[in-house]
C-alpha cells in the first residue's frame, strides 16, 4: 500500500511538472534588453531604460498572441508574439501596410527580408500618436511585432488642428528622430535565441 501511495505521488508531481512546461513563461527583463523564453526563444535591445508591466495570452480564431506590455520614459511598448495555429502569415513588410501621408519614416530591403520597420501617425479614440512599429518573421507561422507608442496630441473637438506645425516644429522634429532612435535599435537587435529548456519549451504549449 505504501509503494502504491509512493508511485501515486510521484506520478501527481510529474503531471504537475510537465503541465507547467508548456505554459507560457514571463520574459527576463533587464534596464535595456527584454529576453522571451517561450520557443522560439528571443532577444531585443531598447535605447532607453524599460520596465515590465504584465504579459497576457490572446487567441482568436486560428492564431494565438503573446502580448508582452512594457514602458519607456514617454513611451508605451507592446512586444507581440503571434502564432499560427493553421496556415502562416503574410509575409508582407510593414510599410507597405502605410503608404499614405500617415507614413514618415520606413525601414524595409533586400539584406534584411524577414525583418521591416515603420513610423506612423496613428489615430485613435483617445488622441493621435506617433507609433513606431518593427516587425520580425521567425517562421512562416511565427512573427513577431513590437510597437512603441507615444501621445503627441490628445483626444478633442479639434483633432487635427495644428498637426502639420507638430511634425514641422522643433519639438515634433525632436521627437521624430528620438523615435527613430528607439525604431532603429529594436530593428537591429531582435533575434532568435537559443532557448535553455528547448525540450520544455514547446511549440504548442497553449494546449
Sequence with gaps: MKKVYILIVIL???????????????????????????????????????????????????????????????????????????GSFSLESLPSLYDNPSKLFEIAGTDNPDKSAVIVIDDKKDGIYLKGSVGYFIQSDRVVRVDINRVIKKAGTFRYAGLDEWNNSTIGKRTLENMKTIVETVYSSISTTSCPNKSDLKSNWWD
Design 12 to 86: 501527481l508531481v510529474s503531471f504537475m511538472f510537465s503541465s507547467c512546461a508548456n505554459k507560457a513563461v514571463k520574459p527576463v527583463v533587464n534596464a535595456y534588453t527584454l529576453e522571451d523564453f517561450n520557443y522560439p526563444c528571443m532577444k531585443i535591445d531598447f535605447s532607453d531604460q524599460i520596465r515590465y508591466i504584465d504579459m497576457s495570452t490572446v487567441k482568436e480564431d486560428n492564431n494565438i498572441a503573446l502580448l508582452y506590455n512594457l514602458v519607456m520614459p514617454g513611451y508605451e511598448i507592446n512586444v507581440i508574439k503571434m502564432y499560427a495555429l493553421q
